[in-house]
T-cell receptor, first 113, second 111 residues
Framework: AQSVTQLGSHVSVSEGALVLLRCNYS??????LFWYVQYPNQGLQLLLK??????LVKGINGFEAEFKKSETSFHLTKPSAHMSDAAEYFC???????????FGKGTRLSVIA | SAVISQKPSRDICQRGTSLTIQCQVD?????MFWYRQQPGQSLTLIAT?????????ESGFVIDKFPISRPNLTFSTLTVSNMSPEDSSIYLC????????FGPGTRLTVL
């Protein structure tokens, strides 16, 4: 069975600092990996995804993530945090296009001025 | 990418009543997935709905409580039956093969 572990339910960074949100997955087959952002009282927005090919994936709002098979990780990074990045971030995994996503528990990102 | 809409966007309901949530897609899709997001929590899969067959429910979710219909390849409904305050959540649908996109969700509050 697939599973996703997000280390740290709450991460706090200063404005302008590096953002690093950790995600490790468990999957018996090559995974499809996703990061979503959810702003307060809003729906899910897809930040980026990895399916095949280049392991460094660039997404919206300056975020990127790197798929590391040897570490079963898909950490999300952003070089410089902005106040508008404060939100809940979810990592998710699935096996194929016809299977549902399995979500991690989420990480709440706070950005301090 | 598929465009997914849901109705209603939000509702406030009384304990013991039922609410049916609709999910409409602008293209034909193989599978539709229903998720629940309880307050402050992550998303949990309720069930997978295939057209022409019974929905497949995840552990902890039963058909009597969450009946699902899938009458065609672009539409599905999820009913939350005999509601209690613990059912207060956001309910979201997603579709396959565009499984990474979600509808806007239905925010349900049960009093």
């Amino acid at each position: 069975a697939q599973s996703v572990t997000q280390l740290g339910s709450h991460v706090s960074v200063s404005e302008g600092a590096l953002v690093l949100l950790r995600c490790n997955y468990s999957s018996s087959v090559p995974p499809y990996l996703f990061w979503y952002v959810q702003y307060p009282n809003q729906g899910l927005q897809l930040l980026l995804k990895y399916t095949t090919g280049a392991t460094l994936v660039k997404g919206i709002n300056g975020f990127e993530a790197e798929f590391k098979k040897s570490e079963t990780s898909f950490h999300l990074t952003k070089p410089s945090a902005h106040m508008s990045d404060a939100a809940e971030y979810f990592c998710a995994v699935r096996n194929s296009g016809n299977t549902p996503l399995v979500f991690g528990k989420g990480t709440r990102l706070s950005v301090i001025a | 990418s598929a465009v997914i809409s849901q109705k209603p966007s939000r509702d406030i309901c009384q304990r013991g009543t039922s609410l049916t949530i609709q999910c409409q897609v602008d293209s034909q899709v193989t599978m539709m997935f229903w998720y629940r997001q309880q307050p402050g929590q992550s998303l949990t899969l309720i069930a997978t709905a295939n057209q022409g067959s019974e929905a497949t429910y995840e552990s902890g979710f039963v058909i009597d409580k969450f009946p699902i219909s899938r009458p065609n390849l672009t539409f599905s409904t999820l009913t939350v039956s005999n509601m209690s305050p613990e059912d207060s959540s956001i309910y979201l649908c997603s579709v396959s093969p565009e499984g990474q996109f979600f509808g806007p969700g239905t925010r349900l509050t049960v009093l």
